[in-house]
């Protein structure tokens, strides 16, 4: 990397730092009887110098203008948080054994987002991998990891990192991680990790001390200061992420990078950052292993998934709010908040599984502006769709899951729509078994900051009727609170129970025959989708593949019976859940069947 401390192979560190405004830099180890040193200065805000006594494991800071002493930001490690030393750390030191490891085709992937903190009552990476057996039956094939750049404290979800290339210490060390990794593509399974290139967190983060230039003064994200892509001193900036996100995927070997909110990343420059950023990815791995990118944008921008002239595509997909929205009204009846923007939601439904974006430059009630770009040319395979994930659980007051909130045969009839249609599915931890633990919001911070978040928490739910009064608002869990942390982690002993064992079971089952009977159909490519409705509640899509077949859903996603489509589904029924058949003119309630017009051959994933 251009900063940093790097292990240099004859022996010695080079230690690089970026500090625009400090008139002085000196690096202080952490070892008896060493003195400050002071780096050379350089050009353009660079301090730079090398110590041929220091080595992995070495521990340092930074002392700006002789006073502020503050952790490397572009540190591998913070073996004491955010506030403490950073270490100095030999990538070349982990020996690797998944050579032949080429990443998975995207055709293949199910995901699942996982919280390593919450996932396993241990809250590390070693447990974590423990159960990645149970996840390889289960036909998971790609995990996503909630952000793990370092945040403050001992508890977070992640997005209030500070220092985005040491993965966060609670969970364990670089090689820990590493371990992680390579346990994973033993097993087939893929991992991806969620970055955060829109702000940096609020507690432990000094940069604007010495290099204010990382944010912009014209913009602004709800988190607090934008970064800078676009202003004066943007060149080192865009190079910090730029690097970041190389990283994560050569240095731990990482398959994929979800990149967090990039509707909060303004730039207005050419390239713009997201371009730049793919760009660099998908030179520094062709030919070389399987790299996916893949967006969260509440804006629906398809520019950045349609291909090129040549087929090429610098993000492979976006994660499918409108497809989630449209399913959670229908499943669990809520229409306030964002859900005001779907009083249709089978017909956002239909438009989601024919064309993607359910919002294509039609006003949105809910922001009170026009949302959304034309899919055209966009493939059905570049939306992620799910159910649940940590926003659309976690960000409701009480965290509680879709599992809390629908009936038994909604969900299921809706998740086996999700699990059976073209656009890669998305699990979140526990929803394999209809797990009940909510998922919280949770924070560490200090107690200074600490007040103020529990307090905003509570607040941002005053709008809603549920929460007016205060003394509904004190139900609402302390983030700061380590009960909430433990509420919000997975039961692994509901496994052995019947009912839960079941869901898993069907789960499972739904998985398995993706990968068997769709992902072969998909590795040919789609050819077309149309959807036609079927009284209020009724709905009939086809998807035609570029090998001919035929893959249809019927559907009929309300409490009471419906009309059947006027026209039955050809070929074999591949799943049905509810009561009715189309040929007999009337579907029962929560009713869910796919039907395929030819067999296709066996997947090898």
């Not at 007040?451 to 302390?478: M, Y």
Request: net charge negative.
């Amino acid at each position: 990397m251009p900063f940093g401390a790097e292990v240099l192979p004859g022996g010695g560190v080079r230690f690089r730092f970026w500090a625009p405004r400090a008139a002085t830099v000196e690096l202080c180890l952490d070892a008896a009887g060493e003195a400050p040193r002071a780096l050379r200065p350089e050009a353009d805000g660079w301090f730079e110098t090398t110590v041929e006594r220091a080595g992995r494991g070495t521990r340092y800071r930074y002392r700006i203008d002789g006073t502020l002493r503050v952790p490397d930001p572009a540190s591998r490690f913070q073996p004491e948080d955010v506030h403490g030393p950073s270490e100095v750390v030999d990538p070349g030191r982990f020996e690797w054994t998944d050579a032949a490891w080429r990443g998975r085709a995207w055709e293949t992937l199910v995901f699942y987002e996982l919280h390593l903190g919450t996932f396993t009552p241990e809250g590390t990476l070693a447990a974590a991998a423990a159960r990645l057996d149970h996840l390889a039956d289960l036909g998971v094939t790609a995990l996503e990891l909630m952000p793990l750049a370092d945040f403050p404290g001992r508890w977070g979800w992640g997005y209030d990192g500070v220092l985005p290339f040491a993965p966060e210490g609670w969970y364990g060390r670089p090689e820990d991680l590493k371990a992680f990794v390579q346990a994973c593509h033993a097993r087939r399974l893929a991992v991806f990790l969620d970055v955060v290139y829109n702000h940096f967190g609020p507690e432990g983060n000094f940069l604007h001390a010495y290099a204010p230039a990382f944010f912009s003064p014209r913009h602004a994200t709800p988190w607090g200061d934008a970064i800078n892509f676009d202003g004066e001193g943007c060149r080192e900036v865009r190079a910090f992420f730029r690097e970041n996100a190389l990283y994560w995927l050569e240095e731990y070997h990482m398959d994929g990078l979800r990149l967090d909110a990039v509707h909060a990343i303004h730039d207005d420059s050419t390239p713009h950052i997201l371009e730049e950023i793919a760009a660099a990815v998908h030179a520094r791995f062709a030919g070389r292993r399987r790299v996916h990118l893949v967006l969260e944008n509440d804006r629906n921008e398809a520019r950045w998934l349609r291909p090129d002239p040549a087929g090429r595509r610098l993000y492979a997909a976006q994660w499918n709010d409108d497809l989630h929205h449209a399913l959670h009204v229908l499943a669990a009846g809520e229409r306030d908040g964002y859900y005001v923007d779907y009083p249709d939601p089978v017909g956002a439904l239909a438009r989601c599984l024919t064309e993607g974006f359910a919002y294509q430059g039609e006003r949105s009630v809910y922001r009170d502006r026009p949302r959304g770009e034309p899919t055209a040319g966009v493939p059905l395979t570049a939306f992620v769709g799910f159910l649940q994930n940590h926003d659309q659980v976690g960000n409701r007051a009480l965290g509680e899951r879709l599992t809390e909130l629908a009936p038994p045969a909604a969900l299921r009839a809706v998740t086996a729509l999700v699990l059976l249609a073209p656009a890669p599915p998305l699990l979140f931890m526990g929803q394999e078994w209809a797990a009940r633990e909510p998922f919280l919001f949770f924070c560490d911070f200090g107690a200074d900051l600490a007040a103020r978040v529990t307090e905003g928490r509570r607040r941002e739910f005053a709008r809603f009727p549920a929460f007016a009064d205060p003394a509904s608002r004190a139900r609402i869990p302390d983030p700061q609170d380590e009960a909430t942390v433990l509420r919000s982690t997975l039961d692994w002993g509901a496994l052995a129970r019947a009912g839960h064992r079941d869901w898993w079971t069907w789960t499972r089952r739904l998985l398995r025959l993706r990968q068997r009977v769709l992902v072969p159909l998909l590795r040919h490519g789609l050819a077309g989708a149309r959807a036609v409705r079927a009284g209020e509640a009724g709905l009939v899509v086809e998807w035609t593949f570029a090998s001919g077949a035929t893959l249809a859903l019927v559907a009929n996603l309300g409490p009471a019976p419906g009309p059947a489509p006027e026209r039955a589904p050809a070929g074999r029924r591949l799943v049905a859940l509810g009561t009715g058949d189309p040929g007999a003119g009337l579907l029962g309630p929560w009713h869910v069947a796919y039907y395929l017009t030819e067999q296709v051959e066996q997947a090898d994933g």
